[in-house]
């Protein structure tokens, strides 16, 4: 069982910068893929960025390349998310979630087992 946490969410304008953590606990995450997704008001839940434990490698969706950093820190078992260059297109929930087995970092959220609470991102214009 592994427990997700989400925190760093808030209200910012178009341009600033944000950065979400993830603190997961419960077992060891060295052969897990962890991802962020978000869902805004009347949308699906949709990817955002992935992370790949055991060498940190990142994968993005095609909006946010260049702007969203995912990174990890297998000592302090964290998730990060840095958003640069916010849009208001970006405003949503943001989740962190974890595979219990190991897929890869999938797009899709039925790929993921367990999910954090949710850390509300606003980015007005």
């Known amino acids: 069982q592994v427990q997700l946490v989400e925190s760093g969410g808030g209200l910012v304008q178009a341009g600033d910068s944000l950065r979400l953590s993830c603190a997961a606990s419960?077992?060891?995450?060295?052969?897990?893929?962890l991802g962020w997704f978000r869902q805004a008001p009347g949308k699906e839940r949709e990817f955002v960025a992935a992370?790949?434990?055991?060498?940190?490698?990142?994968y993005y969706r095609d909006s946010v390349k260049g702007r969203f950093t995912i990174s990890r820190d297998n000592v302090k078992n964290t998730v990060w998310l840095q958003m640069n260059s916010l849009k208001p297109e970006d405003t949503a929930v943001y989740y962190c979630a974890a595979q219990r087995r190991r897929v890869g970092p999938s797009p899709r959220a039925i790929d993921y087992d367990y999910w954090g609470q949710g850390t509300q991102v606003t980015v007005s214009s």
């Open positions: 419960g077992r060891t995450l060295s052969s897990s893929v």
């Open positions: 992370v790949t434990w055991s060498d940190g490698n990142g």
